[in-house]
């Protein structure tokens, strides 16, 4: 499971690309975008959350759809493996006990021990350096789980307690939860409340990918980068382009790089209750 991943040959990546060819997320018009702007003009349903987060990664890159490709290639070929084993009438509650199965017994995928992920917590949150270290934190490993389930062709809800992200599926009385960070097991959504969470409401593909923006300018807020953590919640704002949070972030680090007229519009601009 610690093997050093393979770059594929353009062969390999033709096979690869044979042998997937039935995998659901082909169906969706987001597996034929290529830029930012066509995954931004879909509606979330119609989303592939791997070719988005690949895009947005890579796109100012000479090479990028090669190295989409690759990354594509790698998450195929793991799908493939998990499709194999499940039997012909596989329930919603099989798929996901084999999804568990592969990628935190088989392939060995973690959550990183706390004193590597602190200082480098987009490391962790990026789909490329959760495939390529098979580490990953919450947000990180419920992206590669949402990604390998849109190529099964399991529908899951992604939900986002203060702080946390993790997923579920629907039952017909209650939910299967699946807590990334702890293997993929259930826990009761009892555990994701408290005073100050009442209710727990489904994100969608488009704000997950927004959220994994805002992880990644929270590493340059901390080391005091102001103009980069800007221009990081800037290519966030139009996939959550209402968040408060969102907003009061952007809002701050506008007026500590000197822009004040913007902070102040956004910041005036949020609910005081």
Not at 89 to 99: G, L, S, T
Not at 114 to 135: E, G, M, N
Request: aromatic residues 10%.
């Amino acid at each position: 499971s610690h093997d050093t991943a393979l770059t594929l040959s353009e062969e390999q990546l033709k096979i690869t690309d044979r042998i997937g060819s039935k995998l659901k997320h082909r169906e969706l018009k987001g597996y034929t975008a290529w830029t930012q702007q066509e995954v931004l003009a879909l509606p979330p349903e119609e989303i592939d959350l791997a070719r988005a987060l690949l895009i947005c990664q890579f796109e100012e890159e000479a090479d990028f759809k090669q190295k989409i490709l690759q990354y594509e290639a790698s998450m195929d070929l793991m799908a493939i493996q998990i499709q194999k084993r499940l039997s012909s009438n596989a329930d919603p509650e099989e798929i996901i006990r084999q999804i568990n199965s592969f990628i935190f017994q088989e392939m060995g995928f973690r959550f990183p021990p706390h004193s590597v992920y602190a200082k480098d917590i987009d490391l962790y949150t990026f789909l490329p350096s959760v495939l390529d270290s098979r580490l990953g934190v919450c947000l990180g490993v419920s992206i590669l789980y949402l990604c390998l389930a849109q190529r099964i062709g399991l529908d899951l809800e992604i939900i986002t307690p203060p702080g946390h992200i993790y997923l579920r599926y629907p039952l017909k009385e209650g939910h299967l939860n699946i807590e990334t960070t702890a293997r993929g097991i259930h826990l009761p959504s009892e555990v994701y409340l408290g005073i100050n969470t009442r209710h727990l409401h489904p994100r969608s593909i488009k704000e997950t990918i927004g959220w994994s923006f805002i992880n990644q300018a929270s590493v340059s807020w901390g080391k005091g980068d102001f103009e980069t953590t800007v221009k990081i919640y800037e290519k966030a704002r139009p996939y959550v382009p209402n968040d408060p949070l969102l907003q009061m972030f952007l809002g701050l680090n506008y007026l500590f790089i000197g822009k004040k007229k913007e902070g102040r519009a956004l910041l005036e601009s949020l609910d005081p209750l």
